[in-house]
């Protein structure tokens, strides 16, 4: 294994993805620190799904480097692979498994030997069923745990996939618009479990919600057509005039 | 906590696998220990039209453990069947020997035919059953993971992969079809005298391949539902609704698929090696595409994604097929087979055993109290 390159656990650097000529991300550069929270804003297509299908391995930029924890180039690694490594995805539209039970779907994100050949001999053992209570006692979805997830209220997938997120137990989570279509009361809940969720893990969360970027109370990066047009606290990208200019003066 | 193991099988599988161990000790015993004027006398050739059915529903069987639970719709299916099919033919070939029109000990009597002076190497060793039976699960295995492993590593999905599975399978019939492909060309194989020893024509014979092709269903479903309720199992159906979520979660979807795959392609094969002896023929339009799409419609029919309805809707409708092409229906059987298929789309999207299932379920509901009332009537989010 290279020595480490970096002391970011999730460092990007002159990343380019073009799709048809259109830039969707130009030159991205940023840095994630270890047990940072960091948000991400932007306008519409400002590239901030782009950056997270780059980083979970569904995209290959044309060129730019990714590392992750100073050693791995994920730009040549898998889906898999790069979820095995420790970074957890939650995507915009909340999609959990519909037709397995909650506690099922948990149960299939915990951490453990992904192979083929380990789940046909799998069997349940207490230290998985503890492991389980423990997220039904973060998430709070344990009087649904057999219930259909297809079932569930919007709010209550998004809860799920938090809950499958950290069931994988990964270094790094990256969040994609967790609270789109939740109510105020909801909001307010989301923002408090990923703060309790941040005490252990590093997290990037990509919001819309300004209400919400504000009760994170984290450092904020503002990407613009692919690129970052400013970094810093929400007072002060809110005080950026390019950034009033492209998001906030619209 | 119970282990996902130790839930059991359900009560429908219980009950199926009763049924049809049943059937395999009554059917021959009905036939061979009762006086034909019984009116409880089963005639011989029931026997083996059932023990088709049975061969029928190990197949769908297969089909289901890919269709309904990993949602890989292989419209190619009767290759593996055929393939199978194929190596206990050419093992009940090499038992006729010397009673052959020509009399050739060792070749089979189109070779004879064709002037062949030698037998083709992947003729050898197959006078043994005990290769012949190795070749039933390896040709099939071996040909569904060579093209699993291009097809899913490269995630051909969807209906491109259901187009590619009906060109391998159509490729298949017309190499077969080929004379000197060695496989008997247009005719295949059949005029098959003895299975082990046993002449394949006697009553005794023909109701021990139907016990036997009873068993292996009976196992084969055993097997099929341990393998759907274990992780692997979730894992599956989590590929079916979700293939880039499970991606992410870690799973390395492509293994899953070959592994699946695979064995359902060695459960073809294995249906098609008990098929051949009790029809007496194998030949290149077992791989027809309109078989496989034909067996795809019975796992329709009966209920995909329940394991129990995949053997129902193979023996449903190929009753339905016996029954309708021996009168003067048999022109329509095909109007029949495609209204079917139209039919269940529309008013049973889930099938026989599906409905059943659905609406069992629906029954019991209100018994259990639900644990969040405040969910309920909530509107799902757009999808």
């Known amino acids: ?250 | 906590m119970i282990s996902l193991f130790a839930r059991g099988f359900d009560r429908s599988t219980t009950t199926v696998v009763l049924i049809i161990l049943g059937l395999a000790v009554a059917v021959p015993l009905l036939n061979l220990m009762l006086p034909p004027e019984s009116p409880f006398h089963v005639p011989l050739y029931i026997v083996s039209l059932w023990g088709k059915y049975a061969s029928y529903a190990i197949l769908a069987l297969s089909i289901d453990l890919i269709w309904g639970y990993c949602g890989i719709l292989s419209l190619g299916h009767g290759a593996f069947f055929a393939l199978g099919g194929y190596a206990m033919g050419m093992y009940l070939m090499r038992q006729i020997g010397t009673r052959g029109v020509y009399a050739n000990p060792i070749l089979p009597d189109f070779m004879v035919f064709l002037n062949w002076d030698h037998l083709p190497f992947y003729w050898w060793g197959l006078n043994w059953f005990a290769y012949a039976a190795v070749m039933v699960l390896l040709v099939p295995g071996l040909l569904a993971f060579v093209f699993g492993w291009f097809a899913f590593r490269s995630r051909v999905t969807g209906v491109y992969l259901s187009i590619i599975t009906q060109a391998l399978t159509f490729a298949l019939m017309l190499g077969f079809f080929r004379n000197n492909f060695g496989f008997g060309g247009n005719n295949g194989l059949t005029d098959f005298k003895d299975v082990l020893g046993f002449n394949v024509q006697a009553a005794g014979t023909r109701g021990a391949l139907f016990a036997i092709t009873c068993v292996v269903l009976a196992a084969a479903l055993m097997m099929c539902r341990a393998i759907v309720m274990s992780k692997f199992g979730l894992v599956l159906i989590a590929i079916r609704d979700a293939e880039s979520r499970t991606r992410f979660l870690g799973y390395r979807v492509e293994s899953y698929k070959l592994l699946v795959f695979t064995l359902s392609a060695c459960i073809a094969g294995v249906a098609g090696a008990l098929y051949v002896p009790q029809v007496g023929i194998i030949n290149p339009s077992e791989f027809a595409p309109a078989n496989s799409i034909e067996e795809v419609i019975w796992v329709a029919v009966g209920g995909r994604g329940t394991l129990t309805g995949a053997i129902l809707g193979a023996v449903v409708v190929n009753y339905g097929k016996t029954y309708f092409t021996s009168g003067a229906l048999a022109a329509y059987w095909l109007f029949v087979l495609g209204s079917l298929f139209v039919g269940v789309t529309l008013l049973l999207p889930r099938g026989i055993v599906g409905t059943i299932q659905h609406l069992w379920s629906g029954r019991r509901r209100p018994d259990t109290p639900d644990p969040d009332p405040q969910s309920v009537g909530q509107p799902a989010p757009a999808e």
Do not use: C
């Not at chain 1, 999730?10 to 073009?18: A, K, P, R």
């Not at chain 1, 649904?144 to 938090?162: D, M, N, T, V």
């Not at chain 1, 990037?204 to 209400?211: C, K, Q, S, W």
């Open chain 1, 1 to 250: 294994m290279d020595a480490r390159e970096t002391s970011a656990l999730l460092y990007l650097d002159g990343v380019t993805v073009s799709f048809d000529g259109f830039r969707a991300l130009n030159e991205l550069s940023f840095t994630i620190d270890p047990g940072e929270m960091r948000a991400i804003i932007g306008p519409n297509g400002a590239g901030k799904t782009t950056m997270m299908d780059v980083v979970t391995g569904k995209t290959r930029p044309e060129k730019g480097d990714v590392l992750f924890d100073g050693i791995y180039r994920l730009t040549d690694l898998y889906e898999s692979d790069i979820a095995e490594l420790g970074i957890g995805r939650k995507f915009q539209k909340p999609t959990v498994f519909e037709s397995h039970t909650v506690e099922d779907n948990l149960r299939l994100a915990l951490k453990a030997d992904r192979r083929a050949r380990a789940a046909l001999i799998w069997r349940d053992s207490v230290d998985e069923a503890t492991r389980i209570d423990r997220l039904f006692e973060t998430v709070r979805l344990g009087a649904l745990r057999s219930r259909l997830a297809g079932s569930l209220s919007h709010g209550q997938k998004q809860w799920l996939e938090i809950g499958m997120l950290l069931a994988q137990e990964p270094k790094l989570l990256l969040v994609d618009e967790p609270v789109a279509g939740m109510t105020d009361a909801e909001t307010h809940q989301t923002a408090e479990l990923l703060k309790e969720i941040n005490r252990a893990r590093t997290v990037v969360v990509v919001e819309h919600d300004m209400t919400f970027v504000r009760a994170l109370g984290v450092k904020v990066t503002v990407l613009h057509e692919g690129t970052v047009i400013a970094e810093g606290s929400i007072d002060q990208v809110s005080a950026n005039e390019r950034v009033i200019e492209v998001y906030l003066g619209r």
